[in-house]
């Protein structure tokens, strides 16, 4: 099986970050004026030259949003079922080498989690864990899933990268979207940050994607972190996946993140910075290159930029998040992954979402949707299962 | 004007609606009062099946609007089918509105699936309209396994590039014996009027209204386009030809 390795391959990082940063004003105003655009006009969107064009980016994005999207705002909420962790990641809370009391969710503290999920009204859910392959692997997420899946609209996993087969019969037993990001695409880099664990090995999670793909589930997330390396090569590294999957797994839907590295405790200051300005920039820039994906917000934003960077081309964002197994309803207090900057309650975000104009949407997707057997027995052209 | 029946419905108003991308259930339900539209369709995604009270539908259940599910994210006909038989039971309708497009890019309909799926949804006594490509064989073909009527596209879902198939649209129009709604791309009140001027028996249309800066102005506006385009059609709209008659007739020769 061809994979986007092949591709990746072909590129070298500072070949790329050198024709990233010798883009011209004149090559941003092609790239602002052409109505269908290239990876190269999308290296100039995220070029430091772009920065004067900023007001006619976030304007154009916008325009192309609402026109796909609507006047609506996806709304979900992350549930994470466990901290426990193998692999040492410089950057995260749930890094193995980090002294935190470990803690993966019963049966039953799955069920409060939901209840407290369900009484806020959410009906997309996202599952997030570490990965301890042994405690929170495919039997884990089976029994999860059976549990929680009826008590949501949608149900998506953030997990440890998975084999094709595990895919398919996560997809068969309701998972939505899978969400991976490869955290840096700086090859050196990931094995300086990922230095034990079975994640240190970097080709497995660039091909997580194509995996996912062959497995037909209906939407990934790709991103990569912010902060690590320099964010505009990586993003340029995105944006190559990004159209490398879309021609090959044509039947999925895609969206994109960009986490900003945020602080945790016992954890490193961010290597880059990236200010407000060249994040609206970059999600500008996404939206410019690609009218149909989907670009996510999430609480590790301040209060002020989720408000005003809404209407410029997100189309999902979280609320109320607790990043802690547990947090919402068994044990509050416990250590999170990561800093929450946006803490306010998920009502509260809906009433900014309708003060800004927009529909707050609870629910997107129905369980009806993806089943695969129907009760009549006919003989259908698109029953490859 | 003449009114439009399909199956066991007349409808005065040729202006279908969708309910998707408006800011707020309460401007949708006026922007769509004001259109006219006695036809709504409903994604099911959007809606709470399990009868809960629901924003969306408790704003649609006024007078005189019927509900047309749609099937929107389905990928096949198998998919499909299971989406519909739960749209009966849940909205108590039969109509369905087939989607399946298992590209959720430019969302462009599957033609094989589609004409499964409404093979199989007529014999179980729905009454489909299914969404499709403007393909006159394929219209035949989904006439011939009892389609409701047929809902080709203008240009792709969301575009509003207006009618990019008219040339189709006008083949497949001439020669339907069901109803033909253009569905999709329709992005200005020209275009919906174009459209019923070459005799499609109504339009259906949901981001040029629902995306405008005043939804309900803009329902107003299709409103207009939609009885004009279609009292011109009735009126038999002259065909334009060219004023001025040659010179030196090519069969004077004839006469002398």
Known sequence: MSSFKEIFDQYHWDDVKSSIYNKTQQDVERALASEERSIEDFKALISPAAKPYLEEMAHQSREITLKRFGNTMQLYAPLYLSNECQNICTYCGFSYNNKIRRKTLSNVEILKEVEALKKMGFEHVLLVTGEANQTVGMDYFRNAMNIIRPHFANVSIEVQPLDEEDYAELSDLGVHAVLVYQETYHQEDYKLHHPKGKKSNFYYRLDTPDRLGEAGIHKMGLGALIGLEDWRTESFFVALHLQYLERKYWKTKYSISFPRLRPFSGGLDPKVEMTDPELVQLICAYRLLNEEVELSLSTRESEKFRDNVMKLGITSMSAGSKTNPGGYAVEKESLEQFEISDERTPAEIAELIRRQGYEPVWKDWDAVLERKGTTMDVNLVGDEK | ?256
């Not at chain 2, 070459?198 to 207009?224: Q, R, W, Y």
Request: with cysteine; hydrophobic share 45%; net charge negative.
């Open chain 2, 1 to 256: 004007m003449e009114k439009l029946h399909i199956a066991d419905k007349t409808f005065s108003s040729r202006l279908f609606t969708g309910t998707g991308k408006f800011s707020s259930s309460p401007l949708m339900g006026e922007a769509i009062k004001a259109s006219g539209s006695e036809l709504v369709t409903v994604a099911l995604k959007r809606v709470n099946l399990d009868k809960r009270e629901d924003d969306l539908l408790e704003t649609l259940k006024s007078n005189n609007i019927h509900l047309l599910p749609n099937t929107s994210g389905v990928r096949n006909a198998r998919e499909a089918i299971f989406a519909a038989q739960l749209a009966r039971e849940a909205l108590e309708t039969n109509w369905i509105k087939l989607e399946i497009h298992p590209d959720p890019k430019y969302l462009m309909p599957d033609p094989v699936e589609t004409l499964e799926a409404t093979r199989e949804l007529t014999k179980m006594g729905f009454v489909v309209l299914p969404y499709i490509h403007a393909d006159p064989v394929l219209c035949k073909r989904l006439e011939e396994v009892g389609s409701a009527a047929v809902m080709p596209l203008g240009s792709p879902i969301g575009s509003n590039k207006g009618l990019k198939t008219i040339d189709f649209l006008e083949i497949i129009i001439e020669q339907s014996n069901v109803p033909v709604v253009v569905d999709a791309g329709i992005g200005a009140p020209s275009d919906a009027a174009k459209a019923m001027e070459i005799g499609a028996d109504a339009v259906l249309v949901n981001t040029a209204i629902a995306v405008s800066d005043s939804p309900v102005e803009m329902g107003i506006a299709f409103k207009m386009a939609v009885e004009a385009g279609r009292m011109a059609y009735e009126a038999k709209l002259a065909k334009p030809g060219k004023l001025a008659s040659a010179s030196s007739p090519l069969t004077a020769f004839l006469h002398e």
